[in-house]
T-cell receptor
């Protein structure tokens, strides 16, 4: 069955430091991969997506992610975090059914140390 | 920029009552979805809807749930007899036509509290 694993439940980084959030997926074919961000009490905002082509994708708010087929990974990175980046981050996979449902990981909560 | 909207933002109901959660998808989108997120847990797929019928549903989406597109703009999720375990955040999402990448745009959610 398709699945998404985010091994880090909670990460704290200092403001201005670099960030990498891990994501691994399990799917037989090349999936569509997404990162969504959820600020407290808010909905899900799409940060970036990968579906083909260049394995390094750029997103909004200075985020990027790299698709590594050999590692079944799609890690999210940002070179310098801001306090406003504190949120829950969800990795997700699509293209797993004809109805195009999205399967989400369990999320990583990011805290920013001043 | 067009957005998916959901009403109400918070719904409190008594166990056994019926609730209807409303969504207005982005106007030219043709594929509609409901997901839910129980507090502290992952976002889970409930149901997808296309061409006025359910195209896929999860095992969570039992006979107590139904969806409808009553007019050209609204998309609703009805829970006939709510249970305590239905308390969750419910997200509506929509997807544009001719988008083969499954990109879905989510609404802000409705927090359902069942007492």
């Amino acid at each position: 069955a398709q699945s998404v694993t985010q091994p880090d439940i909670h990460i704290t980084v200092s403001e201005g430091a670099s960030l990498e959030l891990r994501c691994n997926y399990s799917y037989g074919a090349t999936p569509y991969l997404f990162w969504y961000v959820q600020s407290p009490g808010q909905g899900l905002q799409l940060l970036l997506k990968y579906f083909s082509g260049d394995t390094l994708v750029q997103g909004i708010k200075g985020f990027e992610a790299e698709f590594k087929r050999s590692q079944s990974s799609f890690n999210l990175r940002k070179p310098s975090v801001h306090w406003s980046d504190a949120a829950e981050y969800f990795c997700a996979v699509g293209g797993v059914s004809s109805a195009s449902k999205i399967i989400f990981g369990s999320g990583t909560r990011l805290s920013i140390r001043p | 920029e067009p957005e998916v909207t959901q009403t109400p933002s918070h719904q409190v109901t008594q166990m056994g009552q019926e609730v209807i959660l409303r969504c207005v998808p982005i106007s030219n989108h043709l594929y509609f979805y409901w997901y839910r997120q129980i507090l502290g847990q992952k976002v889970e797929f409930l149901v997808s809807f296309y061409n006025n019928e359910i195209s896929e549903k999860s095992e969570i989406f039992d006979d107590q749930f139904s969806v409808e597109r009553p007019d050209g703009s609204n998309f609703t999720l009805k829970i006939r007899s709510t249970k305590l375990e239905d308390s969750a955040m419910y997200f509506c999402a929509s997807r544009p036509p001719r988008d083969s990448t499954d990109t879905q745009y989510f609404g802000p959610g409705t927090r359902l509290t069942v007492l």
